[in-house]
């Protein structure tokens, strides 16, 4: 018998999560028909010998509802072995939406994720108004990874309730029944879930709150009703939890009377470092009494990434910086050595009034250098504090030099969540609970400051293989999380697995070389945007659908993707491969 593909001899963690072992791996018509030891030749075979074979990674958490009109490339999280993404999170994207809220969209998109205005106004097609016709838009597209969309909040309440949807008003009951109704129309037409957010931290790039941040229980109730009127779709949430047992109490009523999967995000963040253990309880404790509800947890410290190509740096407020902001990079770096100007910079002080950039750029004991091989576990001599201190400078002096260094494209890395104790012990924690599943990498948002996208690869290189300063985890537990568990989540029960009548979505993977590279930005964004990218060695090829995607690491031009409309069943997949 002759087979479309077939890995030779690899390790499989064929995502059970049950031990590993060795075996080959057949591949026809796009899906798994053999494993084992495969007699029949593959038309196109890979030597898999001393390396892993795993299942596509699935990434629930990202944000490339722009990318993915412009592009067939959901990179980064293309490169790091992702086969499946979620877009839509955190309540923002762009259906459905009327003419005249195009912008106010736009500048919702560029606040919350950190996307410019130029960016998503020459990029985005704008061919549709409903959420249905949003879908159509994208199933024309031919992508690297499959997509799934979720309906999300800020754009449906801005559609219905216009100017006072934006303003935070509360939704009348038929504001609710509208959205409700529409909720329903966008499940049938096949979004995978809907998303909604309650912080603080997600703004407008003109600063006004998210339309969402306030929205009562009954309109959150009423919407979420709606996803289960079309008999299937999960519900993500984002919220500040500044009461964490009373807005976990609320979510579990959301969950009761839906009787719809809840995931909500879940970080340490430094103002309250046990407040994360009292959320992940009462999680933990409606898992435990029967009801479908999850936290997104991260692997590594949500950090910004400081430097002079970059949307901040510790220089950002000062006045003297100021004056040379908006030159050609080149021409920045250039001053930034003169020996006038440097004096001048050093000398002068923060002139604003946000806490960010007048309290957290200068939190030099919790900024750190990095450099390669790239350490997202930093131990406090990395600190511009530490680091100025064995060179008898100041912290700014430190900063300035760094950033300087790879001719101006230094970084510098500030953790603002998940690491408060100085060491990843909390996300150890949580990865381990069962009511947890790996996400929040906000892959294609926050293109000039955070580069999240690599989490998978984080995974395998730290928890697996490299972390010295606490325990590892073992990787049949990171596959199954990062494949089956995060498909099943959102009705993809087509996929993560390496089974017989599964899809080809599949990794082989060189662990012992894999290597995360040092973040890096590109111009290749619409109107000529930046966005940062990272890169790894060591995936030898990513499969998807039965097609070499990836191989060494680049992209093989190959584009099975497309979007997914709504959930997959298992027999499905099976019939097709009879």
Known sequence: MTHDLVLRGGTIIDGTGGESFEGDVAVSNGMITEIGNVAG?????????????????????????????????????????????????????????????????????EGVEDIPFPVLAEGLPWNWESFPDYLDSLSNGQF??????????????????????????????EDIRQMRALATEAILAGAIGFSTSRTLNHRTSDGQPTPTLTASESELTGIAQGVADAGRGVLQFVSDFDDPEKEAAMLRRIVEASRRPLSVSLAQADVAPDGWRRLLGAIEQAVEDGLPMRAQVAPRPVGVLLGFELTLNPFSAYPVYREIAGLPFDERIKRLRTEDFRKRLLADAPDTDNPFLKVMLRSFGKIFQLDDPVNYEPTPDRTLEAIAARRGVSPEEAALDLMLERDGHGMLYLPFLNYSGGSLDPSYEMMLSPATLPGLSDGGAHVGMICDGSFTTTMLTHWVRDRTRGPRIPIEHIVHRQARATAQWIGLNDRGLIAPGYRADLNVIDLANLKL???????????????????????TATILNGQITHRDGDPTGARPGRLLRGAREPQSAAIAAE
């Open 144 to 173: 690297d990874a499959d997509i799934c969309a979720q309906l999300p909040h800020a754009a449906l309440r801005v559609y219905v309730m216009g100017e006072r949807g934006a303003n935070r008003e509360p939704a009348t009951e």
């Open 517 to 539: 590279h040092l973040p890096q930005v590109d111009y290749d964004l619409p109107a000529g945007g930046r966005r940062l990218m990272q890169h790894a060695s060591g995936y």
């Open 41 to 109: 030749r593959g038309i196109e075979e890979i030597d898999a010998r001393g390396q892993i074979v795993t299942p596509g990674f699935v990434d629930i958490h990202t944000h490339y509802d722009g990318q993915a009109t412009w592009t067939g490339s959901i990179s980064p999280s293309s490169l790091h072995g992702v086969t499946t993404v979620v877009i839509g999170n955190c309540g923002v994207g762009f259906a459905p939406c009327k003419p005249e809220d195009h912008d106010r969209l736009i500048r919702l998109m």
